[in-house]
């Protein structure tokens, strides 16, 4: 018997040594990866939040990373053809944990929670749940070349102000708040 809880202690430790390393290492590789700036498609995100339907509406996300496992960020979804007209801007907190990344937004939207994904230095893909049940999925590009200064206007985190959120345009309802 004294065996038994042996062979189970050493069982429980080499679990807790692995699932340690495995935050260690492969959170901190994936939140390493994710820092900068990404732009693409969300499909059907904008059906859930805002009501919208199209393929002419992009996303745009910057990570910054604060800590070795996550940070804060910022997000515009804008129109393709009237980008400075109809977008909304918000600022997050994001975290890699178990290969999950969770993304609280600041206008207190439902964490996101992004799975099954793919991380490159060049392309991140997969799916993202909001609460929704909906499948949604991304198709993002690195991108060392978007021009924040437009949506900034307002304070950032990189001033030390508080995390904010502004809309403009068919992203301004009640609910989102308008410019």
Known sequence: MKQLYTYIALAMIALT?????????????????LEGTWTGQIETYYYDRWGLTGDSYRTTMYFCRETPYGGWGYEV???????????YYCEFDWEVYNGEIRISYADS??????????????????Y????????????????????????????????????????????????????
Do not use: K
Request: net charge negative; glycine share 8%; hydrophobic share 30%.
């Open 17 to 33: 040594t692995l699932t340690g390393c495995e935050r260690d290492g492969m959170d901190r590789r994936e939140a390493r990866v």
């Open 77 to 87: 979804d804008y129109n393709m053809y009237s980008r400075y007209n109809d977008y």
């Open 128 to 179: 993202m749940d909001d609460g929704t049940n909906r499948d949604i999925v991304f198709h993002l590009n690195y991108d060392d070349r978007f021009d924040w200064s437009y949506w900034r206007r307002s304070p950032t985190r990189m001033s030390g102000a508080a995390p904010s959120a502004v809309a403009s345009g068919v992203f301004s309802t009640p609910e989102v708040g308008g410019e």
């Open 109 to 126: 939207w439902n964490d996101v929670y992004i799975y099954d994904y793919s991380l490159s230095d060049r392309y991140f893909d997969g």
